[in-house]
């Protein structure tokens, strides 16, 4: 029956965006709106002693100026896990790159001008950029409070508490008996890994539009989070959240970047002290410093018999959190749960921290840690297999969990017959012993594989839809999924579509208001068409079922159909319209997850997202330059609701990867990010896209329920870092530890081997 | 800070126009404010990014980085020129029919960029696709939809399969 889930349909932003025509925030202007600009700190931690914006405040267009001592607000801090972020650095600053100061100014030369004439004085302290540096027994603090919360999990998962610290979270996982399990062991080995921090880069950066008149605040605003935004801003300025009003234009990326608040605090407070409309838009360089991807350092310790078996893992995983909590809490919970790996091992202990530290706070990023955590198991996965001299391939098919097994007691069972993806792979690149045998030759190629499985869609995610037909006959969806780039809104309408037997163009997306939109958590965690697309399927049986009993009522009988976006009766087809007489048809729908005590984190897995990679790459002895020649990934989504789009999904991803694996890292000296541009900071090009890339997307039969369609937005990232980095111990014998893998580290160890 | 400004005439996606710019005005502000043409994006701001890419007398430049009196006398097309009425150009149609695009910031430079490689050559092989237009940075695709887009584009135009 189905009429487009699976097939192609054109983007319903398709036309508007090959002809320049798609709105996004910065395109905005609004009568009488003024600029703001944001001025930063060059310390990485310091004490403020004084904030002086007179001489700013006096020029001419500069209509506010906003500083610790000129704060109009109920309540300063906001933060998705602890509120420890201020809108404006109160008595410290606690990285290189935090607010201290901002103008709003007629244009937006004024406000750059009106920066320039801010005076501040600072009494420095030391700070910690690392996280060695930062879980040193002396280390300074980067908060002298710390705002306790604990967390709630379920079986097997606690949170640890810190005194005098800069961990701000621990999470710790336990099953089984790890000591016990070790004893069992005949070999236990131990390896250590470490993922730098990255920039999520989205081409349009944060950036908000904020008119507050007196009595309600209106935000345009580039962000995933509508309803975050609209309850954060509420809350800084203690009024209700219905007071706060969150539009969405369409969005230049997201990646993560746009998950909590960016540019909103500052606009908003700006036009709250103006009674102006407030522009606040941050440069590429603003972007770097207002967040990134946590850095990474992971420590596994696995126990095998000698016949393969894994028995026993020890893993401890430490997130830089940077100067503030933002989501990083949640990113450590993940990798904790993540870090037994696809991989059926009965005594397990995990530990992950996330740790303050004077550097851009981390948050969000694709793959929310899956990418850290992947790279780490994936490579210690095949270490463990070159040292049992046991063919990678085999000692992961081994191991791998089965199909409708438990990843966790209680806990959705994995929904994917990854062992026989991990077959499938193997024998499309034509794996063969001769691939990890070390090479002679100065021009060294060789193939390396990955196979990742990753809990999808998030924790405890709340979806709500509803759909209308209007008594002119259209369809139109309203739900919060925000169009970031993924294409969600014309695959929620496909959804729709098939619900009614109609082409998907009969659906109209509305915009995303929160004044009118259902709540939803946030667009995260590949949650669009998994988590809302269960609320729309609901919402759209529901109107459907309405109408068709508006119709039988109106045609005197229950012998409908539906057929081509009309209802088919006695062999006549009628418009919508025709049968509703001026009726207005609501339909509702939502999805949430209940909690589940004895699931580890609490709530179930929506569903397992899987990414298996292989990588062919050629290595140059006399420059340590690595080419990825080729690459090749399986990943499975359920079901395809738009093939095009699903694809791109994935090689979107692996692109990210490859920026992940080979050419990107934010990198501090003195305390400062000194690559916060594009100059600095190499994001992958054309020049980095494989000879060949070919992404295989599966569609696994289903297992639960009888909605199919997963998550693919994180899926493609996964195995790529660790496919590389296994490819290049095959043909070199090198073990690339730390991510990026930079080629004078690839030439350095090559040559150190041969001395 | 009282700036000096010039008188400059252009040709604007096929008419001609006149104005007046400052001489620090720069011509992706120009462009974007004082023409409303906001299809031109503004990102790295450094002329790496090329999500600003317009072409001027045949060649596509970054006007995150040039001034807008540099349009005196030149010829500017933007992505608003490139449609003629609701026909798109056989590079926007490729564009969609491949998915060359997800969150549309870069599409514009994108497809202009190619425009100028296309006027050039027309029927050019994957690798010189990927060698001209890796002056562009998109973060969403990954790249080959964007030249399979192209070469499609290729295709329709001359009739000859890329």
């Known amino acids: 029956m189905s009429t487009t889930i699976g097939k192609h349909v054109e983007r319903f932003d398709a036309r508007e965006k090959v002809t320049g025509k798609s709105v996004y925030t910065g395109d905005i202007k609004l009568p009488g709106m003024l600029h703001g600009k944001v001025l930063r700190s060059y310390l990485p931690h310091a004490r403020i002693r004084r904030v002086d914006v007179e001489d700013a405040v006096a020029m001419p267009g500069v209509v506010a100026a906003l500083t610790r001592d000129r704060l109009p607000i109920a309540s300063p801090y906001y933060g998705s896990f602890v509120k420890d972020q201020p809108v404006v650095a109160l008595d410290k600053v606690h990285y290189a790159g935090e607010i201290v100061a901002a103008v709003a100014a007629e244009d937006e030369a004024i406000a750059e001008e009106a920066l320039k004439r801010i005076s501040i004085e600072y009494e420095e302290l030391p700070a910690v950029i690392t996280i060695e540096d930062a879980l040193n027994k002396d280390a300074p603090l980067v908060h002298e409070r710390l705002e306790k919360k604990p967390a709630v999990f379920g079986r097997g998962m606690k949170s640890i508490e810190h005194d005098g610290s800069n961990i701000y979270f621990h999470v710790q996982y336990e099953r089984g008996d790890v000591e016990d399990g070790f004893r069992s062991a005949d070999f236990i080995f131990e390896d250590s890994f470490f993922s730098a921090a990255n920039q999520q880069y989205p081409l349009e950066s944060q950036i908000a539009i904020v008119d507050f008149n007196g009595e309600d605040f209106t935000i345009w605003s580039a962000t995933q989070s509508p309803f975050r935004i609209r309850d954060e801003i509420a809350g800084l300025f203690k009024v209700d959240s219905k007071r706060v009003r969150v539009v969405i234009p369409y969005l230049g990326g997201g990646f993560g970047a746009k998950s909590v608040i960016g540019a909103e605090a500052v606009a908003a407070t700006l036009s709250y002290m103006s009674k102006r409309p407030v522009r606040v838009a941050f440069s590429a360089d603003e972007m770097f410093k207002t967040i990134c991807q946590p850095a990474a350092k992971m420590i596994i310790k696995t126990g095998v018999k000698r016949d393969g078996t894994i028995v026993a893992r020890r893993s401890e995983i430490y997130l830089n959190s940077g100067a503030y909590s933002n989501s990083v809490s949640s990113i450590a919970t993940k990798s904790c749960y993540r870090a037994h790996g696809p991989y059926r091992i009965p005594n397990v202990t995990t530990d992950a921290y996330a740790i303050y530290s004077n550097t851009v706070p981390a948050g969000a990023f694709r793959g929310f840690g899956g990418h850290q955590t992947a790279f780490a198991i994936e490579s210690h996965t095949d270490m463990l297999a070159h040292r049992l001299r046991v063919d990678p391939v085999e000692f992961r098919l081994k191991n791998l969990l089965e199909k409708g097994e438990e990843y966790a007691a209680e806990d959705t069972p994995i929904d994917c017959d990854v062992k026989d993806l991990l077959r499938q792979l193997s024998r499309a690149i034509g794996w063969t012993p001769e691939d990890r045998k070390p090479q002679q030759t100065t021009t060294k190629r060789t193939k390396g594989v990955a196979c990742v499985v990753k809990d999808g869609g998030g924790t405890k995610k709340e979806a709500n839809a509803i759909v209308k037909v209007q008594a002119d006959g259209r369809i139109v969806l309203i739900c919060g999924t925000v169009e970031i780039g993924q294409g969600s809104s014309t695959a929620l309408s496909q959804v729709v579509a098939e619900q009614f037997s109609c082409p998907a163009e009969m659906v109209e997306f509305a915009t995303i208001d929160t004044a009118y939109t259902p709540y939803d958590t946030a667009t995260n965690a590949t949650s669009g068409v998994f988590t809302m697309g269960r609320a729309v399927l609901q919402a759209a049986q529901d109107a459907r079922d309405r109408m068709l009993s508006i119709a039988a009522m109106a045609l005197d009988t229950s012998e409908l159909s539906l057929e081509n976006g009309k209802i088919v009766c006695r062999g006549k087809a009628f418009n919508f319209q025709e049968v509703l007489h001026g009726t207005e048809i609501v339909g509702t729908g939502e999805c949430k997850f209940d909690r589940n005590e004895q699931i580890p984190i609490g709530y179930p897995t929506p569903f397992w997202e899987i990414g298996l990679g292989a990588a062919e790459i050629e290595i140059d002895e006399m420059t340590g330059d690595i080419r990825i020649l080729k690459f090749r990934s399986i990943t499975d989504v359920g079901r395809i609701i738009n093939p095009l789009h699903c694809r791109g999904q994935e090689e979107g991803g692996i692109l990210f990867g490859i920026g992940q694996t080979l050419l990107e890292e934010l990198v501090y000296e003195d305390g400062r990010l000194i690559n916060p541009n594009l100059t600095d900071y190499r994001l992958p090009r054309f020049r980095d896209l494989p000879d060949s890339l070919v992404s295989v997307i599966h569609e696994e039969e289903e297992i639960v329920g009888s909605y199919q369609p997963k998550g693919s937005g994180e899926s493609g990232i996964l195995a790529v870092s660790a496919a590389v980095c296994n490819a290049i111990y095959n043909c070199t014998g090198i073990r690339m530890l730390d991510l990026p893998v930079k080629r004078e580290n690839v030439w350095k160890a090559m040559h150190s081997i041969r001395e | ?162």
């Open chain 2, 1 to 162: 800070m009282d700036a000096v400004v010039i008188p400059i005439h252009f040709r604007l996606n096929g008419e001609n126009r006149q104005a007046e710019v400052r001489t620090h005005e720069l011509l992706i502000d120009f462009i974007r404010d004082r023409l409303d043409l906001t299809g031109t994006k503004r990102s790295c701001d450094i002329e790496i990014c090329g999500a600003c890419t317009v072409i001027l007398d045949g060649k596509a430049v970054s006007s995150c980085s040039i001034f807008a009196y540099e349009l005196d006398g030149k010829e500017l097309t933007t992505i608003e020129g490139l449609a003629q009425g609701d026909k798109l150009h056989p590079l926007q149609e490729a564009f969609i029919e491949r998915g060359g695009f997800q969150c549309g910031f870069c599409t514009s430079g994108m497809i202009l960029l190619a425009k100028t490689l296309l006027d050039q050559k027309p029927n050019p092989t994957r690798k010189e696709i990927q060698h001209y237009m890796d002056a562009n940075i998109c973060r969403c695709t990954g790249y080959q939809m964007i030249l399979e887009s192209i070469m499609l584009a290729a295709e329709k135009m001359t009739g000859k399969p890329a």
